[in-house]
């Protein structure tokens, strides 16, 4: 890994695409929260991961690789968060009046989400998913499991969801 310059830091951290789980760390600004890192201005056009560990759902059993650096393309994104145990701070105020959290059931690729989303008390959750034009959406409180890796269990306090390659649903 290079030296990290005076004004940046490294952080751990997952992302889902369609068919990968990748784990590694990510060098960004000091000033800015991980969290939330890819809804800033400039985000690259792919992310660079540092002793990454991917695993492949491209056939059965699912495949584990290790790289020393793996670039990502930032389009082929469709979840981020910071690997647990580490948490940034919430990206709302819990004070705020006339929001809700709305449990959902989302499915990234392989994955399976049992989550919440916070949205407006005045409205339902088809209506918030059809007026949102935001490329990321926050989500709260996610168990994250896979049907092809039964040990694999996470829990985050936030993590950061594509809308347009999500499917959501509700119990």
Do not use: C
């Amino acid at each position: 890994m290079k030296l990290l310059a005076p004004d940046e830091k490294a952080a751990l951290v997952m992302l889902y695409t369609h068919n990968m789980l990748v784990r590694g760390e990510i060098v960004i600004k000091e000033n800015l929260r991980v969290s939330i890192w890819l809804r800033t201005q400039g985000v690259p056009n792919y992310i660079h991961l540092q002793s990454p560990n991917v695993i492949l759902f491209g056939g059965t059993p699912p495949k584990s690789l290790t790289y020393s650096e793996l670039f990502i393309p930032t389009a082929e994104v469709i979840g981020f968060h910071l690997a647990p145990p580490s948490q940034d701070p919430l990206d709302y105020d819990a004070s705020e009046t006339n929001r809700r959290m709305q449990p959902v059931n989302m499915l990234l690729g392989s994955f399976m989400l049992k989550a919440k989303l916070r949205i407006s008390t005045q409205t339902e959750l088809a209506t918030f998913l059809d007026v949102s034009r935001s490329s990321w959406l926050s989500i709260y409180d996610a168990e994250i499991t896979n049907p092809y890796l039964p040990q694999f269990n996470t829990q985050v306090p936030m993590l950061l969801v594509n809308p347009n390659h999500v499917s959501f649903g509700m119990a």
